[in-house]
């Protein structure tokens, strides 16, 4: 312990983030600036890593919330020796590696992207029940903790309150957050919007809370002690701490704890820029160098964490020794890979409801894939995610046994833990609810994609169908939504969503195949409450036949030189067949049928192929129990797209088949009159 360098490096930190924000004329450098004891004492005394192996799966993991904090994260970094100097130096600049806001890059310690606030400590959580999941299976060895990092903003985004309760709930001991509380966020002081006890608030949802003076470093390290110590709780580390530490006027008074210091550089406001830099013993004239004694302790830290995890590999080498079969199984976890799965001999009842299909798909899984955790949002019994419940039991306190967990009513929680469990590694994570509710998903649905995460999204009660519980209830452009993010590419250039809504049992058991395939990409299962009549066989096997979605679409029904294309997806197939019934009996009609689960899948495949499905120079006609765009794009210009452009109305979903015109007969009448317009 050395209280003088232990203040240089803070204060260097302090330097750091204030000439990033400074010559990136954009940032927040107040919050790095109260940030910065914490952040030191912890990377240099507690945080378990190696530095010769950032993605050691067995280290400690930093979860930022405040994502406008990172340069903060970048300053510690580079102390760390994680980036360099020209790396700080050109902060949100184009091409980059340190963004506005962090982004995953965990060979340079970035753990997740944070997105919005609140979001990135529930993914920290996520990591936390990912570890205990883990330690469950393996052994104590597997003892890493996983840190997080909130201000005022991400206490105060309602995703806090799940997150806090789940936490605490569970009795993940191997969590611990610093709350940055320094009484100001962007616009105004705390105390404007905000009068509640928030130490009194984590502790009735079961956490240790201390307060402490965030810029007191010995307080700081009995903290950090006991929450490393503490086997019952989550620990809330309160640190009192001052917006803009360290800045100065140009006359050398201090300039503190001002609001305008949060999200400007302090050259904008009354602080002095240089004058602040010589303050935290820096040189303005070159404001990106590592104080040479920092420099000097941060070499000797780092060879302290090289042994201190070649001592911990060396324990987990003796354990491998000694439990052959249980290593092979955790490297077999956290390779990714899937073990050999039979999707063919999943047997499902005639004209099951898509949800029902997916139930005895999970039930088949549940006895296969050892580290899937399932979650729903108080649905089991509805989304029927229950079939892999009854094979298992749901996680609580003291006992990670078990694969689901029963989230509560909480789905944008509950979807962001899931991304945090595929960030901790070595597991898949599925989260149910109804599709409606995806609603209030989306944020964590987008940094799913973002993060290029296999997270896995089971959407139930898919369409007006659901019927008696009306429109509230009653996704109409949900699908329209989900399917934009098909649209939309990843910085790895592919898409950032696979949406498939399967049209029978059959599909259902080929989209659970491709979801668990898709590793690098989130996938949704979009699926229907009601009964759907499964679609006939052309040969011996309807689930080989179905095996042809994995183009994202194909020929159910199939003619030569038809008259008519008909295409949807879902349980509108179906509706399709009973339609092109009707169309060859009574008219005489060629028909052809498309059952295109997933458009930006068949849009990746061959243009000889996609005009194989759906000619161009046929009459296309498109049925969707959504807004019609989710077909015209297939449809093109010539094209007619029979959809719905109002929400739904409280009825028996056979009622409202009738009324908005989704049977057979109406259907059928439908496409006549469209080749009517075809032929003038």
Known sequence: MNKKLDQQAADNIRALAVAMVEKANSGHPGGPMGGADFMHILYSEFFNFDPTDMEWPFRDRFFMDAGHLSTLMYAQYYLLGNYEKDDVANFRQWGSITPGHPEVDVKRGIENTSGPLGQGHTMGIGAAIGAKFLQARFGDWMNHKVYGFISDGGVQEEISQG???????LGLSNFIMFFDSNDIQLSTGTEEVTSEDTAMKYEAWGWKVVTIDGHNHDEIRKALTDANNETEKPTLIIGKTIMGKGCVTADGSMFEGECELHGQPIGHTGADYIKTL???????ESPFDIYSDVQAFYKTILKEKTVKAAEK???????????KALADKLDFFLSGELPELDFESIEHKAGLASRAASSGVLGYLAGKVENMIVSSADLSNSDKTDGFLKKTHALKKGDFSGSFLQAGVAELTMACIANGLALHGGIIPVVATFFVFSDYMKPA????????????YVWTHDAFRVGEDGPTHQPIEQEAQIRLLEKLKNHSGNPSFLALRPADSAETSVAWKMALENKNTPTGLILSRQNIKDIPAIGSSRYKEALAAEKGGYLVKQVENPDVVLIANGSEVSTLIAAAEILEAENGLKVNIASVISEGLFRLQSKDYQNSVIPKNKPLFGLTAGLPVNLEGLVGDNGKVFGLDHFGYS??????????????????KQVLEYLKTQQN
């Open 163 to 169: 997150a806090g309760r789940i936490a605490g709930h």
């Open 278 to 284: 010589l303050n935290l013993g820096a040189n303005p």
């Open 313 to 323: 590999k060396a324990e987990i080498a003796s354990w491998r020794a000694s439990n």
């Open 445 to 456: 649905i987008r940094l799913s994609g973002i993060q290029e995460l296999g997270v896995k």
């Open 651 to 668: 009825a028996p979903a056979n009622v409202l088949d009738e009324k908005f015109g989704f049977t057979g007969e109406k259907v059928s």
